[in-house]
């Protein structure tokens, strides 16, 4: 006879109902997320998801330099830069949602197929920390050698006076933060996510904690940046928050750490799922409408007209509730969805490599653009579109092929899947 005392096991009925809506309006023909094991089989609409992330991603680094160039010119901005502008934050949902991703097939490998901490960490440390490595390497190496030859458009967070690789203090922005460029400091949080499990799983399990540390996440985010947008260091408010923005510049995990929680709820809080799965799909719709919308709000009108030199990057790029809002909305959508055929499933088995690789082609191309047509590009606003849509469609092509030639040799694919 069972003890009826024994701690219920977490991973044990999981199984939700179907979605009231979909059951109502469309009988699905395979299950939704929510009623299956992706330990099992592989999952087609985390793969669709993955390809859209991986687009809107492309998507903001193709416009990044055409607004890198515009940003100090004097307001009012045209109603073409505004526009990208939008098209580029809006689209900023795209690494919260491989974050989600991640920690919801996590969560199953963790409870569902019995793995330790210890296991998967071994696991995905083994496939993660060449691939950073290496990738750190290429681009330290690509922006050290445009530099040498005054052509280093973008030289990333080192900037053109930190390209010294004696220097150790380079070696730790690159290896500890992902400096090399940009976009690798996706990594090292991942890594670091995975570090901090046990305190996700203290939190999945625990509605009340977990909403408790989304909320307080959520006006953190706001309170740093408002605070970095208005308020001067040299008064005692501004350098608290100079404080707060240089402790999460050097542990980003722990304010992107809403992201790998929700992913973990999503497969194992039975209160979460059942709020997925008996609300109306319209209320989701609506929720990624008032997203998208007030990530704009918040990028283009409010923090844009900020006073501190802060204030452009931070509206741009940074931290803001508009964009969590998004990729839940985004993330729960596709959860609820019935399982749908994956139909470009080379695209998403390579979403790793086009996501590092795909800087690299921008940073060529821009180069090519920049000694072909000039800098005065910009001020040809009836070619900026058509050159952003060409850009965006040589990048993916070309990146993709990359990736295609790179996972035909094994002891390389790490790189790319």
């Known amino acids: 006879m069972p003890d009826a ?18 059951v109502e309006e469309k009988s699905p023909l395979r299950p939704s997320l929510l009623d299956f094991n992706p330990t099992r089989r592989r999952m087609e609409n985390l793969d669709s998801l993955r390809i859209l992330a991986m687009l809107v991603i492309v998507l903001t ?4 330099p055409y607004l890198d160039r515009l940003s100090d010119d004097p307001r009012p901005y045209s109603l073409l830069y505004q526009a990208i502008f939008s098209i580029n934050v809006a689209g900023r949902f795209g690494v919260p949602c491989f974050m989600m991703i991640s920690f919801f097939i996590y969560w199953h490998q963790l409870y569902d197929k019995r793995r330790s901490w210890g296991e998967l960490l071994q696991r995905r440390f083994k496939r993660l920390i060449p691939a ?16 040498t030859r005054g052509l280093n458009v973008d030289p990333g967070p080192l900037g053109h006076d930190h390209l010294n690789w004696k220097d150790p203090a380079v070696w730790k922005e690159i290896l500890l933060l992902g400096h090399a460029h940009d976009h690798l400091y996706y990594l090292p949080v991942i890594l670091c996510s995975l570090l901090l499990i046990p305190l996700l799983a203290q939190l999945w399990n625990r509605p009340v904690l977990a909403w408790l540390w989304i909320s307080a ?129 080379k695209v998403s088995h390579h979403a790793f490599g086009l996501h590092f690789m795909h800087p ?10 920049t000694k072909l ?24 092509v070309i990146t993709f092929s990359l990736c295609l030639l790179i996972g035909r040799f094994k002891r390389l694919e790490f790189l790319v899947v």
């Open 5 to 22: 005392a024994a701690p219920k096991d977490p991973a044990l009925d999981q199984s939700m109902p179907e979605v009231p809506l979909l």
């Open 61 to 64: 680094h193709v416009t990044q």
């Open 132 to 147: 950073f490595l290496c990738w750190s390497f290429f681009y330290f190496a690509l922006h050290k050698f445009l530099e």
């Open 217 to 345: 996440t959520l006006v953190a985010w706001t309170i740093v940046a408002y605070g970095s947008a208005f308020l001067p260091e040299t008064t005692r408010a501004g350098r608290a928050v100079d404080h707060a923005m240089w402790v999460w510049r050097n542990v980003l995990a722990l304010p992107l750490l809403i992201f790998p929680l929700l992913g973990m709820m999503s497969a194992g809080q039975r209160r979460w799922r059942n709020f997925i799965a008996h609300t109306p799909t319209a209320y989701w719709v609506g929720l990624l409408i008032a997203g998208l919308a007030l990530h704009i709000i918040e990028t283009l009108i409010l923090l844009d007209r900020g006073t501190t030199a802060n204030a452009w990057p931070q509206a741009l790029a940074g931290l803001k509730v508009g964009r969590f809002v998004t990729a839940l909305a985004i993330f729960v959508l596709i959860l609820r969805h019935p399982l749908m055929k994956d139909r470009f499933p």
């Open 360 to 369: 690299a082609v921008i940073i060529g191309l821009t180069i090519l653009e």
């Open 373 to 396: 047509l000039n800098p005065s590009i910009t001020q040809w606003e009836a070619w900026v579109i058509p050159m952003l849509a060409l850009n965006f469609a040589l990048t993916f």
